[in-house]
C-alpha cells in the first residue's frame, strides 16, 4: 500500500448504525473507497456491503474483517449507566477480539475510536494534551472500558499493527440521538439543569467537521501511526451558552434550573447505583456523577497536534451548527 490509504481501498468501518460511523462510512463510499460495515443492524449506508454480526463472534468478526486494507473501529457499548460486565463484553472483549482477527486477516491498518474521557478523572482539562489511557482513574464503565480497549490498540500497535486513535470529544449536530437530541428534549420539558455558574469552558464537535477529519485521519493513517489525537472544533465555550444554544435551535429556552456542582454529583451517583440496581432501563438516568462533572468542570484539548497530523482544518463554527442545527429542526421538526 503506498504512503496513503486511497480511495479504492478496502475499508471495513464497524458500528455504522451509529451518526458517527455511518456518516463517515457514507463518506468513504461517496469518495470512491469500497466500504463494508459490521454491525448488528442494517447500516443504511448506501453503496456499502452490509455485514450484520456481533462484535463478541469470531465468526462473524472474522467474516467482516476478511480481505480489507483497513478497519476504522467505531463499535462500542456507549451509554452512562448499565453493568460493568456488559461494557467489557464489547469494549474491551470485542476490541481485542477484532484486532485478533485482524492479524490472521493481515489486515495492517487500524484507525481506533476513543474517547477523551479515558484520561480524564474528573478534574478540568484546560488546553490539554491526550495524555495517556488511565482505566484505573477513568469515571464510570464506559470510560474505563474504553480506556482498557484504548490499551489493547496500543499494544497492538507495539506489535507491529498500524494503529492511529482518535478521540472525539462531544460529537453534535442534526441527525445525533445522543447528546442533541437528549438536550433538545429536557430543555423542553424543563428538566435540563445548569450546574454551577454555567462558565466552565468546554470544546465539542460537529459533526460534519468530525465526519472531515475521519476521513483524512483513514488516508493519511500510515503516515501517522502511533498517535493518538483529542478532535474537536477547537472553540472552546462556556457550557452555559453551549447548552442554550442547542436547546434554542430545538425551539426550547435556556436551561433556568440551577444546581450546585457538589449537590448533582451526589445526587447522581445515587442515581446510577439504583440505576443498576434495577435495571435494564431503556432510558438513562436522569443524571450520573459523570454527567455531573462534564456539565460543572472545563474540559478543552490542544489541537495544534491533531490538526498539524490529520492536515486538517474544522470547516464549521459552532455558530455556524447551530444554525445548520435549527435549520435542520425547523425543516423536519425533529432532531433526528
Not at 202 to 226: C, E, H, K, Q, S
Not at 275 to 295: S, V
Request: net charge neutral.
Amino acid at each position: 500500500m503506498s504512503t496513503e490509504i486511497l480511495p479504492g481501498s478496502k475499508v471495513l468501518v464497524t458500528g455504522a448504525s451509529g451518526l458517527l460511523g455511518r456518516s463517515v462510512a457514507q463518506r468513504l463510499v461517496d469518495t470512491g473507497y469500497e466500504v463494508t460495515t459490521f454491525q448488528r443492524r442494517p447500516s443504511g449506508v448506501s453503496g456499502a456491503r452490509d455485514v450484520r454480526g456481533s462484535l463478541t463472534d469470531p465468526a462473524d468478526v472474522a467474516r467482516a474483517v476478511k480481505g480489507q486494507d483497513a478497519i476504522v473501529h467505531f463499535a462500542a457499548k456507549v451509554s452512562v449507566s448499565g453493568r460493568r460486565d456488559e461494557f467489557e463484553r464489547v469494549n474491551i472483549g470485542g476490541t481485542e477480539l477484532l484486532f485478533d482477527e485482524a492479524w490472521l486477516a493481515d489486515v495492517e491498518h487500524v484507525l481506533h475510536v476513543s474517547s477523551p474521557s479515558v484520561a480524564h478523572a474528573g478534574e478540568s482539562l484546560i488546553a490539554a494534551e491526550a495524555g495517556p489511557a488511565d482505566p484505573l482513574h477513568a469515571e464510570g464503565h464506559y470510560a474505563q472500558t474504553k480506556a482498557e480497549a484504548e490499551q489493547i490498540a496500543q499494544a497492538r500497535a507495539s506489535a507491529g499493527t498500524k494503529v492511529l486513535i482518535i478521540r472525539p470529544h462531544l460529537v453534535w449536530g442534526p441527525g445525533d440521538g445522543q447528546l442533541t437530541a437528549r438536550i433538545v428534549q429536557r430543555a423542553r420539558s424543563g428538566r435540563l439543569p445548569l450546574l454551577g455558574t454555567g462558565a466552565a469552558l468546554v470544546d465539542t464537535l460537529y459533526i460534519d467537521n468530525a465526519v472531515d477529519a475521519f476521513a483524512a485521519g483513514l488516508r493519511r493513517l500510515p503516515m501517522i501511526a502511533g498517535q493518538r489525537l483529542v478532535l474537536t472544533n477547537g472553540e472552546p465555550r462556556p457550557i452555559g451558552e453551549l447548552l442554550a444554544g442547542i436547546a434554542q435551535a430545538g425551539g426550547a429556552k435556556p436551561p433556568r434550573l440551577r444546581v450546585p456542582p457538589s449537590l448533582a454529583k451526589g445526587a447522581g451517583l445515587a442515581i446510577e447505583k439504583l440505576w443498576e440496581l434495577t435495571g435494564p432501563h431503556e432510558d438513562e438516568p436522569p443524571m450520573t456523577k459523570f454527567l455531573a462533572e462534564q456539565l460543572s468542570t472545563a474540559h478543552w484539548f490542544d489541537q495544534r497536534t491533531t490538526r498539524q497530523a490529520l492536515n486538517w482544518q474544522p470547516a464549521v463554527s459552532i455558530d455556524e451548527g447551530l444554525r445548520r442545527l435549527a435549520q435542520h429542526i425547523r425543516r423536519t421538526g425533529r432532531v433526528l
